[in-house]
């Protein structure tokens, strides 16, 4: 797993219009033998695992399908952590930066005041935390690739099926 990106991003092309695509899934999704659930919208939908296999690192799998030239779909397929858990990491970033920032401030007023620096310490400690932050988020991902992949072969199973037919 060489990919930096926390939600990996692609694109597939299929051969049916938006509407069957997402009627195809949202048939699919009602079989009560698979391990995938989601629920479908109008030009989108969004792909979970059940509730009795969920985990703090499940993922989720979001659809977008738009028209394609001259016939068919464009699929835009987006990997990632539940909205919750995305939040929480965000929050993490966003708490560590502005903890290492107005420390850093600080410190530098404490020099300009002739005081010592101690405040200067919120830099390097909150660039470890954004560090530690993004290795668990990494880990995270690990950990969910199994229930990953079990999204991402349950939506080419349906794109599968539409293109034969």
């Known amino acids: 797993m060489t990919d930096i990106r926390m939600r990996p991003k692609f694109d597939l092309v299929t051969p049916c219009d938006?509407?069957?695509?997402?009627?195809?899934?949202?048939?699919?999704?009602?079989?009560?033998?698979i391990t995938v659930h989601g629920k479908v919208f109008p030009s989108s939908?969004?792909?979970?695992?059940?509730?009795?296999?969920?985990t703090f690192w499940?993922?989720?799998?979001?659809?977008?399908?738009?028209p394609h030239r001259p016939s068919g779909s464009v699929v835009h397929v987006l990997i990632g952590p539940r909205p919750s858990i995305w939040?929480?990491?965000?929050?993490?970033?966003?708490?560590?930066?502005?903890?290492?920032?107005?420390?850093v401030i600080f410190g530098f007023?404490?020099?300009?005041?002739?005081?010592?620096?101690?405040?200067?310490?919120?830099?390097?400690?909150s660039v470890l935390a954004v560090g530690f932050t993004y290795l668990a988020a990494r880990a995270g991902r690990k950990l969910g690739h199994d229930q990953s992949v079990?999204?991402?072969?349950?939506?080419?199973?349906?794109?599968?099926?539409?293109?034969?037919?």
């Not at 938006?18 to 033998?33: C, G, I, Q, S, Y």
């Open 18 to 33: 938006p509407n069957t695509v997402l009627n195809r899934l949202e048939a699919h999704l009602k079989n009560d033998r």
């Open 150 to 165: 079990l999204l991402k072969s349950t939506l080419d199973t349906v794109l599968q099926k539409c293109a034969s037919n």
């Open 109 to 125: 007023s404490q020099v300009s005041l002739g005081q010592p620096a101690t405040a200067m310490w919120a830099g390097p400690i």
């Open 58 to 66: 499940s993922p989720q799998l979001q659809v977008s399908i738009e």
């Open 87 to 103: 939040s929480m990491f965000v929050a993490s970033y966003t708490f560590w930066v502005f903890l290492g920032a107005m420390g």
């Open 45 to 54: 939908a969004v792909l979970k695992i059940r509730p009795e296999d969920l």
